[in-house]
């Protein structure tokens, strides 16, 4: 019997969370003021809050740094500069991701990630055709499903368009996938979540 439960996800999120934090850590001996540099958001108010929140001005995007690891899969973000994604709060706090897909799984399911309870201020994500990281409100999402066709960090992603046009023309080279494949970020829900990391979600 696998250990799936959401008590040993949460369980093997915090030890990933407590190694990269022993990695930093370490890191942070070799500072000249002993202070910390990173952004990783405090919680002292006892709350259950994600180890992988970090502080998110919500106006426009973060910089992706070395210590941000994946809110959904605790990869790190900097591996996956073609595919990466991020989403801010309104009340400040951030979440990295090191691909599209897992912005998605984040998205329908917000608390079980242990996101705070607050709307969402911004979206970005990386354009699959120019690498740009631009407003993932605006852009447009082909929905692929095939793993054989993709290159991806987690098995397979939606492939991200700033023009919906391009979008439209990677459906149309498969015979599988057609314009009702091609989505804005407003209709992303649990069902398409669930194509990408249906394993996550609870």
Same mark, same amino acid.
């Given at each position: 019997?696998?250990?799936? @439960?959401?008590?040993?996800?949460?369980?093997?999120?915090?030890?990933?969370?407590?190694?990269?934090?022993?990695?930093?850590?370490?890191?942070?001996?070799? @500072?000249?003021?002993?202070?910390?540099?990173? =952004?990783?958001?405090?919680?002292?108010?006892?709350?259950?809050?994600?180890?992988?929140?970090?502080?998110?001005?919500?106006?426009?995007?973060?910089?992706?740094?070395?210590?941000?690891?994946? @809110?959904?899969?605790?990869?790190?973000?900097?591996?996956?500069? %073609?595919?990466?994604?991020?989403?801010?709060?309104?009340?400040? %706090?951030?979440?990295?991701?090191?691909?599209?897909?897992?912005?998605?799984?984040?998205?329908?399911?917000?608390?079980?990630?242990?996101?705070?309870?607050?709307?969402?201020? @911004?979206?970005?994500? &990386?354009?699959?055709?120019?690498?740009?990281?631009?407003?993932?409100?605006?852009?447009?999402?082909?929905?692929?499903? %095939?793993?054989?066709?993709?290159? %991806?960090?987690?098995?397979?992603?939606?492939?991200?368009?700033?023009?919906?046009?391009?979008?439209?023309?990677?459906?149309?080279?498969?015979? =599988?996938?057609?314009?009702? =494949?091609?989505?804005?970020?407003?209709?992303?829900?649990?069902?398409?979540?669930?194509?990408?990391?249906? &394993?996550?979600?609870?």
């Amino acid at each position: 019997m696998t250990d799936s @439960g959401p008590h040993s996800w949460r369980r093997r999120r915090l030890l990933a969370a407590v190694g990269a934090g022993t990695v930093t850590g370490l890191a942070g001996c070799s @500072g000249d003021d002993g202070e910390n540099d990173g =952004d990783v958001s405090d919680s002292d108010d006892g709350d259950e809050e994600s180890p992988f929140l970090v502080d998110h001005p919500g106006d426009e995007p973060k910089d992706f740094e070395n210590q941000h690891m994946c @809110g959904v899969c605790t990869m790190g973000v900097v591996d996956y500069d %073609d595919r990466n994604a991020q989403l801010a709060h309104e009340n400040g %706090d951030g979440m990295m991701f090191c691909s599209s897909g897992c912005l998605f799984a984040y998205y329908v399911a917000p608390e079980h990630f242990d996101g705070p309870d607050s709307e969402i201020a @911004g979206v970005w994500v &990386t354009d699959f055709d120019t690498g740009e990281l631009i407003d993932g409100f605006d852009a447009h999402y082909a929905l692929e499903h %095939d793993e054989r066709r993709a290159d %991806d960090p987690m098995g397979v992603d939606p492939r991200v368009y700033e023009d919906e046009e391009m979008a439209f023309e990677y459906v149309d080279e498969y015979d =599988d996938l057609d314009e009702d =494949d091609v989505i804005t970020f407003s209709e992303v829900d649990e069902e398409v979540a669930r194509i990408y990391r249906s &394993t996550r979600i609870p």
